[in-house]
């Protein structure tokens, strides 16, 4: 498989997946999203990646948005199509069984946000801006935005974001929750590495199943999500790396979890 939009390394028990359209600030065209889910296929089957690093290459843009050149002359059927494409990626990327973080050195807007927003936890650059400016160019939100940006910063803010296509520097991102931490340009992708590998470093199935439990649990009401939440606890049991754990932690000494 040829990969020119999108970049892959595994480093150690990471991935590092780079949107590499510097020029166009990483908009997201066709081409790119099946590269990305062709990447998604390789990582999704490779059970050494515990955690994916997900960027844009440059100090510019993480993604400036799904490719306006591109998108500007579909017509509805091309349109549902990529529409279609982007969910299903965007979908997998949020319930993919690995954790992903979001290293944001740039804009993330529109697709871009959308983007950032499937993925875990999203570390941003103090350079980074934000916002969901479709309306601008006559269109809604269309890869989640209108979904995920309220259950993440709250109804009111979303819509207040949406509806005046603002764009938000990092620090107001990091103020009303839409991004975890704020980094200097120069550290991001250090720090979004050791973040992945202090995940990756616990164990495996409880950071999945955690992962499977909060995704599941947020879609619906909580007596639900609580046995959801027990029935999940429940698996570690049945887990080598529970045993481990616990037995490390009993005996005094360092655990070597074998994800199994
Ligand atoms: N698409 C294509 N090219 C883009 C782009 C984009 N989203 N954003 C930037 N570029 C290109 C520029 O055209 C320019 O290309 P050249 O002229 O050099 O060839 C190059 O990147 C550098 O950009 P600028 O010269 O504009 O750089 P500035 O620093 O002056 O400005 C900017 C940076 C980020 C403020 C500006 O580029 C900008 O406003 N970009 C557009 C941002 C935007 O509106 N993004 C939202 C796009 S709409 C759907 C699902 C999802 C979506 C749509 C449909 N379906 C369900 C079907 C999502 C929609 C969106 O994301």
């Known amino acids: 498989m040829e990969l020119k939009n999108v970049l892959f390394e595994k480093e150690g028990k990471i ?6 359209r510097p020029k166009a600030l990483n908009a997201l065209n066709s081409e790119t999203l099946k590269e990305l889910d062709n990447i998604l ?4 089957n490779d059970d050494e990646i515990y955690a994916i690093v997900l960027t844009g290459a440059g100090d510019k843009a993480f993604v400036a948005g ?3 050149t591109e998108m500007k002359d579909l017509s509805a059927l091309e349109g549902r199509r990529f529409s279609i494409l982007g969910n299903k990626i965007f979908r997998r990327l949020e ?7 979001a290293a944001i ?3 993330a807007l529109g697709g871009g946000c959308e983007l950032s927003m499937a993925c875990d936890i999203r570390i941003a650059s103090e350079k ?5 400016p479709e309306v601008g160019l006559g269109i809604t939100p269309g890869f989640g935005g209108t979904q995920r940006l309220p259950r993440l910063v709250g109804e009111g803010r979303a819509k207040e974001l949406i509806f005046t296509a603002r764009i938000v520097k990092a620090e107001e991102a990091y103020n009303i929750g839409l991004v975890n931490k704020i980094v200097p340009l120069e550290n991001l992708i250090d720090e979004a590495k050791a973040m992945a590998n202090l995940i990756a470093s616990q164990g495996p199935a409880a950071i ?15 007596d639900t999500a609580l046995m959801y939440e027990a029935e999940v606890f ?11 754990g616990m037995t490390a932690f009993v005996e005094k000494r360092d655990k070597t979890f074998k994800n199994n």
Do not use: H, W, Y
């Not at 991935?15 to 590499?20: D, K, P, S």
């Not at 429940?234 to 481990?244: L, N, R, V």
């Open 105 to 107: 050195p740039g804009f």
């Open 41 to 44: 296929d390789i990582i999704e």
């Open 234 to 244: 429940g698996e570690c049991f049945s887990t080598e790396d529970q045993k481990e």
């Open 95 to 101: 319930n993919i069984e690995k954790v992903v973080i």
């Open 15 to 20: 991935a590092i997946v780079t949107i590499n």
């Open 66 to 68: 799904a490719d306006i």
């Open 128 to 132: 980074a801006k934000f916002g969901q």
């Open 208 to 222: 999945r199943l955690s992962k499977a439990a909060i995704n599941r649990g947020m879609q619906c009401d909580i």
